[in-house]
T-cell receptor, first 112, second 112 residues
């Protein structure tokens, strides 16, 4: 089974802090994704990566950056957290284009 | 740009009754279509997908979905609901560039 592990399930940060969300996968999938999930809005793609050191913007990249230095690890960075970034963040992986995303359990971020 | 509409925010169904969740998409060509489920406290899981071929698709947990090009719809059905089907369901549409667009989700409550 694919395992996608997000390092923090719950985080509370203050406005202006730098926030790192880590995601590690153990199945050698090329593609990794960061989504945010908000009630009434579903999932929205922030960034994705199809290879090491490669990244592409999703639908809502503003205020976020990503890093993929190793194939198994994909990090989401909030350079200066704001209250409107309070959300559930979901990491996912996909191999090839099967359309099947494997999700982590999510990181719930609260920015005060 | 592709988009997905799930008209029903919340559906309540009795255990043993049938369930149908609606999904409409906006996309120029034939899209790739997906249904994902998020059970309470768990990550999202793929239920089924449609790429081409037979327009009636079978998935896991006894679910099926039918692609209707004329109606731009991909509705999810289950003949007899179990209490464990209480969850949030997301329809998604994709092209071949890995970017899936998700609907806002439908929450299903199952009453005894």
């Amino acid at each position: 089974d694919v395992k996608v592990t997000q390092s923090s399930r719950y985080l509370v940060k203050r406005t202006g802090e730098k926030v790192f969300l880590e995601c590690v996968q153990d199945m050698d999938h090329e593609n990794m994704f960061w989504y945010r999930q908000d009630p009434g809005l579903g999932l929205r793609l922030i960034y994705f990566s199809y290879d090491v050191k490669m990244k592409e913007k999703g639908d809502i990249p503003e205020g976020y950056s990503v890093s993929r230095e190793k194939k198994e690890r994909f990090s989401l960075i909030l350079e200066s957290a704001s209250t409107n970034q309070t959300s559930m963040y979901l990491c996912a992986t996909m191999t090839g284009y099967t359309g099947e995303l494997f999700f982590g359990e999510g990181s719930r971020l609260t920015v005060l | 740009a592709q988009s997905v509409t799930q008209p029903d925010i919340h559906i309540t169904v009795s255990e043993g009754a049938s369930l149908e969740l609606r999904c409409n998409y906006s996309y120029g060509a034939t899209p790739y279509l997906f249904w994902y489920v998020q059970s309470p406290g768990q990550g999202l899981q793929l239920l089924l997908k449609y790429f081409s071929g037979d327009t009636l698709v079978q998935g896991i947990k006894g679910f099926e979905a039918e692609f209707k090009r004329s109606q731009s719809s991909f509705n999810l059905r289950k003949p007899s609901v179990h209490w464990s089907d209480a969850a949030e369901y997301f329809c998604a549409v994709g092209e071949n560039d890995y970017k899936l667009s998700f609907g806002a989700g439908t929450t299903v409550t199952v009453r005894a």
